[in-house]
């Protein structure tokens, strides 16, 4: 196999991973603050201004990334599978 299909099948895994985490991984998030973990109640103060975010803002915006997450994985898995397609075509000429 050439190392052009290797990178195609590196992409198309790196899709798979993104698409892992927004289903799994990114279904229950760690809400953390400053490496510290936040539980329902808690605010989190942004270092060196007055902006602070509770523990239910910072869980939504974890939640709203899995989307994006899942989205970004099967478009990087359809253009591996275009580039793949493109390689074979080439080959067979």
Same mark, same amino acid.
Request: aromatic share 16%; proline share 6%.
């Given at each position: 196999m050439s190392r052009r299909r290797w990178a195609h099948l590196l992409l198309a895994a790196v899709g *798979?991973? &993104?698409?892992?985490?927004a289903?799994?991984?990114g279904a229950n998030p760690t809400v953390t603050c400053r490496d510290e973990?936040? *539980?329902p109640g808690d605010v989190c103060t942004h270092a060196g201004d007055e902006k602070t975010q509770t523990y239910q803002e910072r869980l939504e915006a974890a939640q709203a &990334?899995?989307?994006v997450m899942g989205t970004v994985g099967v478009l990087l898995i359809g253009f591996a599978?275009? *580039?793949w397609v493109g390689e074979s075509a080439r080959e067979e000429k």
């Open positions: *798979l991973v &993104a698409i892992g985490w289903v799994i991984w973990v936040m *539980l &990334a899995r989307p599978t275009y *580039l």
